[in-house]
């Protein structure tokens, strides 16, 4: 059938009316002399309720910058093409609406007749936007994601990709050195994730003589080898449904490699001593502090493994890269180690906590945690001191500095020469060796702690 407008004006009517976006015309006073269904919709007044009466329902509080429609109206010199006009305004049941509209002004040879207008309701989008602005400003200001704590820039990173990974059901691979949390981060992608009602499993993969380590992954039946005297569940079976953590994972033996890629691959997996398969559905993050590329050049990790278990990397930084969030973590453990068991101790030092701050940590936040334990236990006024540090932070020449230098790219390991040059030069100055790199002090204290840099003394 076809639509003729001109035999049935009444059609486009009532296209205009079941239209989602609000129409309306006024006069040239301003006063409205037609509200379409839409319009009545979105607002909740009905035309009785606006035919007649001066265009003010759409001239609510807040307009961006733009005069109202009387206001156009009266100007000597009114605006040729459309108007377009973002308020909030008020319904009839009292919401509170963000609305969208665009306004052409009618004329003829004697001025001005009217206008013709239309609006959108676009609240939900608003709200959401909204939502996302409040979200992105916690997300830079977040302090902790589970039991993982920081402000800095590398641990809000991680936090970014922690809830990119719960969001989803991706294989995780966390990397980082010993000490910087990797277990706390796959219990926190766990905790986040729609699987956080199931099991959060974690097995040290280096911890398992081999002989052993396929029994605890897959079970076995009984009589399948001595000792198995019934039948056991391994560790892919009792997480079913959760997570399951597989910590250094560099060290799996390649046949351990194959068996684990297949079940990846399948989702299935073959208990010791038995001949059928079992469906799983486990979401697996995999950690280790070794450099698996490395490990996949000298042939003792297979490529087709690396691949399958590295779908989405996450890598925790060591503590030297994050420095400033030493305050806060060692305000955190404090009262996990020091308030929370009665003792008195409530603060630190200003000396000790610059000792802190300039020490190179090794064993990173988990030294860190073990160096406010030991403070905590020798502190006897209301504030730790430097003397209640372990002696290897009061002495740290002594202890060797980790060696990160042959993980560094030409230009950072050029880099490290430089700073460790002007360092030699300047005594272990670092304002003057900064000023002698054309740098600030800021900025190379940041890099002494990413190269892990001893500072010269004397």
């Known amino acids: 059938m076809e639509l003729d407008f001109h035999k049935d004006p009444s059609i486009l009517s009532d296209i205009v009316d079941a239209m989602a976006t609000g129409v309306f015309t006024v006069d040239a006073g301003g006063n409205f002399i037609s509200w379409s269904g839409g319009a009545e919709r979105i607002t909740g007044y009905a035309a009785n309720d606006v035919i007649g009466k001066p265009c003010q329902i759409l001239e609510g509080p807040n307009c961006k910058g733009f005069a109202t429609l009387a206001e156009i109206m009266r100007s000597p010199t009114p605006p040729e093409g459309m108007c377009n006009q973002e308020c909030k305004v008020q319904s009839k049941d009292g919401r509170k609406l963000n609305i969208h509209g665009s306004i052409r002004l009618l004329t003829d040879d004697n001025g001005l007749v009217g206008a013709v207008g239309s609006f959108a309701d676009i609240t939900s989008v608003v709200q959401a936007n909204e939502k996302i602005a409040i979200l992105e400003e916690q997300a830079r200001s977040q302090k902790q994601f589970e039991r993982l704590i920081g402000t800095s820039a590398p641990m809000q990173e991680v936090f970014r990709r922690f809830k990119l990974a719960a969001d989803s059901d991706v294989t995780v691979l966390v990397t980082g050195e010993s000490g910087t949390g990797k277990e706390l981060a796959a219990a926190a992608i766990h905790s986040q994730s729609d699987r956080h009602d199931k099991p959060f499993l974690a097995l040290n993969c280096s911890a398992i003589p081999e002989t052993l380590l396929e029994s605890e992954l897959f079970g076995h039946s009984k009589g399948a080898f001595t000792g198995a005297t019934a039948d056991k569940k391994g560790i892919f079976e009792e997480s079913s449904g959760g997570t399951l953590f597989l910590d250094e994972i ?12 297949r079940v990846l ?13 079992r469906k799983v559905d486990v979401r697996l993050v995999t950690a280790t502090n070794k450099n698996l590329k490395t490990l996949v050049a000298d042939g003792k990790v297979r490529e087709d493994f690396y691949y399958r278990i590295n779908v989405f990397e996450i890598r925790m930084p060591p503590l030297r890269e994050r420095k400033e969030d030493i305050p806060l973590l060692v305000d955190h453990f404090i009262d996990e180690l020091c308030r929370a068991k009665g003792r008195k101790a409530d603060g630190i030092a200003r000396d000790a906590l610059q000792l802190m701050m300039d020490y190179h940590w090794p064993g990173n936040v988990r030294q860190l945690r073990n160096a406010i334990e030991h403070a905590c236990v020798t502190v006897a006024g209301d504030r730790l001191s430097y003397l209640d540090l372990p002696p290897e932070l009061r002495d740290p020449h002594g202890m060797n500095l980790p060696d990160v230098a042959n993980d560094l790219a030409a230009e950072e390991q050029a880099e490290r020469e430089r700073i460790i040059d002007a360092l030699r030069q300047t005594g272990g100055n670092r304002t003057k060796a900064a000023e002698l790199l054309g740098t600030s002090r800021v900025t190379l204290w940041k890099k002494i702690g990413k190269y892990a840099i001893e500072i010269p003394t004397g």
């Open 265 to 277: 691959q399948e989702r299935e997996i073959r208990r010791v001593g038995e001949g059928q398969t």
């Open 250 to 261: 560099g060290d799996l033996s390649p046949a351990i490699q194959v068996k684990l890629l």
